[in-house]
Each structure stands twice: as C-alpha cells, then as structure tokens.
Nanobody
C-alpha cells in the first residue's frame, strides 16, 4: 500500500505564497498519477491540480490556474504544490492523492490513496 503525508500548510496573508509537499512511502511512487484536492467547510472536495508519472502532463482547476504550480521529484518520492497570489477563498484543507491509473482525471473517485490533509488559511 501507499501512504501519503502532506506538509507546508499554515496561515498566510492574502497575496502571499505557500509551498505544500506530499511525501509517499513505498516503491511505487514513480508510476503514480499525483493530485491535489482541497475541501472547505460545508463544501465538497474540489480538484486543484494533477501531474502524471513523468511530469509531462499537468492540469489545474479553473480557480487556481496561473497561480498554483504542481511538480514532482520522483527521486524524493515527493509532489509539490506551489501556491502564489493566495486569496481568502483558497482557505481549505489540502489533500494529496495518488492514483495507480494512467490518466489524470480531476475527480476524487479516481484516486486510490489519500493523505491526512494540511490546513491552509488565507487572511484578508
């Protein structure tokens, strides 16, 4: 099985930046699609970004395009989410997810493994 652990969340002012990290256990990370999702109180889990096994295909949710960047370092078993120009509406728990499938679907059901989440709070 795969275990995922997120880190890097915190409190930041609007317009600021944070970088989230997600480190995976095991020896299967290299071949997995990796995604980021977020969930605010009272809302459904929302797609943020996804990256395929090689890093050659990347997709973003409309609300974060041109502000967030997803990347991965397979040698470190880690995926990153660089978040710039943060807005109060970005406040949520951010979850790292992994899929053994070969696609990059932006839906939670596609992902087999999930981290515990890390809180991101953006103040105004």
């Amino acid at each position: 099985q795969v275990q995922l652990v997120e880190s890097g969340g915190g409190l930041v002012q609007a317009g600021g930046s944070l970088r989230l990290s997600c480190t995976a256990s095991g020896r299967t990370f290299r071949g997995y699609t990796m995604g980021w999702f977020r969930q605010a109180p009272g809302k459904e889990r929302e797609f943020v970004a996804v990256i395929n096994w090689s890093g050659g295909r990347l997709y973003y949710g409309d609300s974060v395009k041109d502000r967030f960047t997803i990347s991965r370092d397979n040698a470190k078993n880690t995926v990153y989410l660089q978040m710039n120009s943060l807005k109060p509406e970005d406040t949520a728990v951010y979850y790292c997810a992994a899929s053994s499938g070969g696609s990059t679907l932006p839906r939670p059901y596609y992902y087999d493994y999930w981290g515990q989440g890390t809180q991101v709070t953006v103040s105004s």
